[in-house]
């Protein structure tokens, strides 16, 4: 899959939310209870990418968190998350991201994390990440006293996972909160070394695999595999990273 034209998604998309925003946002609430927020510029965007899927791979699945599947049985699918983030798309916070993967028999074989606000287009390919169009590495740290941790919000554990995360919290050097989908770019740029989350969909993490692993990092779930089934996440810089959190979270 070329790289031009998973820029063209994050341009079509760009531009779907830029005139949703210029038109006055509409918020609408998906939870039945709590606050699940979507936006017409969440459906915009969507919309327009689907649309350029469509016209190029016409034999695709398409599965967008908004417009649901299509073409289910295709050995090929798109994964759509047109703002991932709302909550900080709406708090005027840069950490929210278009995100986009590409899965062929179960393997994450691409993904793109498109930054509008930073200006910043991460590409996981083919064993490679780049940002802009220049390669990125991880930071390669392999020892849990020295990482630097992040998860988007705490609260969203529970009980038992909200304990495991403690523990890797406590051995790590520092922590950062509120990150969503920057702090797996960042693993990749090598600014934040470790990532622990719980309770994402298909759509949070279909992107971020290729780009963690092209940057040299690794992607798993809580208990060393890679069954992403359960929503529990841990992007490392390096292998021994991530084992040494696994460690600590079983």
Known sequence: MDRPFFLSLAHVARAAIDAECGNGLTTD??????????????????????????????????????????????????????????RAFLCGLPSWAILVGLIEEGRHIAGMIDLPMLDETLIGHGGVTLRNGKAVRTSECAIIGEARLATTDP??????????FERVRFASRLTRYGLDALAYARVATGDIDLVVESGLKPHDYDA?????????GHIGDWRGGGDFALGQIVAASTRALYEEAIALLT
């Not at 609260?155 to 495991?164: I, K, N, Q, V, Y």
């Open 208 to 216: 971020l695999v290729a780009v963690v692993r092209g940057a040299g």
């Open 29 to 86: 609430n998906k939870a039945g209870d709590g606050y699940d927020p979507v936006t017409e510029a969440d459906r915009a965007a969507e919309q327009a990418m689907r649309a350029l899927i469509e016209q190029r791979f016409p034999d695709h699945a398409i599965w967008g968190e908004e417009y649901g599947l299509v073409r289910g049985d295709a050995p090929i699918r798109w994964s759509l998350d047109p703002i991932d983030g709302t």
């Open 155 to 164: 609260t969203l554990f529970d009980a038992r996972e909200s304990a495991a």
